[in-house]
């Protein structure tokens, strides 16, 4: 399951994490789990309460405290985590992710693939040369073909924007972008 992890501070929600367990956060958050009684012996499942320092319950239940993804909800509105899966985000959170994803960095963690689709973006895995053509292969197994016949009346930045435009086209993620010079490099 492919888990991303979202912190609402100050009100505005934003990217924290991928591919974590709602569990990763309870220290951060200062959280205490109560699953004993006074003689230390282990409480029935649904009285296992996890709370903050100042003893107010933040989850109740063995279940909701063992779930991979739920809510810390610390303070009401400036202080939340929240982990989803990452087929079950909302179109606002998707925004978020994408707007993420887009501006404030690059993610190396083994989900990206599934971050990309969701975002409706391809990853260019490889770009192979050719003085005929250009084969860009991407990470879902699929290939765009541009011949060199396509692009051979162009200047430069014609053929840029063409490949450019065709990238777009193939949904390409426009982190990427920057591999245009390596396609057309060898017709240039």
Known sequence: MV???FHIKNRKKQVKDFCKELS???N???LFLHNEDENGNYLPNDEWVLSTCSGTPILEG???IESETGILDVDGEYDTIIVKKLDDLYEEEIEILRDYYLNDGYTDCYCIDDIL?????REISNVYRYSSNADISFT???FLFIGRSEVEDMEEDEMREYVTDKLKYYNVS???FDKIDKIISAWT
Do not use: E, M, Q, W
């Open 174 to 176: 426009p982190l990427h």
């Open 3 to 5: 888990t991303i992890t």
């Open 24 to 26: 990763d956060y309870f």
């Open 62 to 64: 063995r279940n909701a």
């Open 117 to 121: 689709k969701v975002l409706g973006y």
């Open 140 to 142: 879902d197994g699929s």
């Open 28 to 30: 951060y958050c200062d």
